[in-house]
């Protein structure tokens, strides 16, 4: 979580955003609800709070909280 007064520069805020896009695209099409995209924001922001930069490793702290079984790179977990 975020504490009041946590800022980041414009670059930083750039790569956050272009970083939750990627990894919501990530995503298979009927999983990217709202509440998925919370919580791959939290992931990344979290992340980035503690000094990350790195664009990989801010996708997987985002995808980190995501069930595997919504990647589109997943086959059905329904079996």
């Known amino acids: 979580m975020l504490t009041v007064g946590q800022n ?3 670059d ?3 790569l956050l955003k272009r970083v939750l896009v990627e990894s919501e695209e990530m995503l298979a099409a009927e999983s990217r609800t709202s509440e998925i995209r919370v919580r791959l924001a939290s992931g ?6 503690g000094g990350e930069r790195n664009p990989e490793r801010l996708r997987s702290a985002a995808l980190s ?3 595997p079984c919504l990647l589109r790179s997943q ?3 329904l079996d």
């Open 44 to 49: 990344i922001l979290s992340a980035a709070k």
């Open 65 to 67: 909280g995501v069930d």
């Open 75 to 77: 086959p059905s977990c």
């Open 12 to 14: 930083t805020v750039d």
């Open 8 to 10: 980041f520069d414009r």
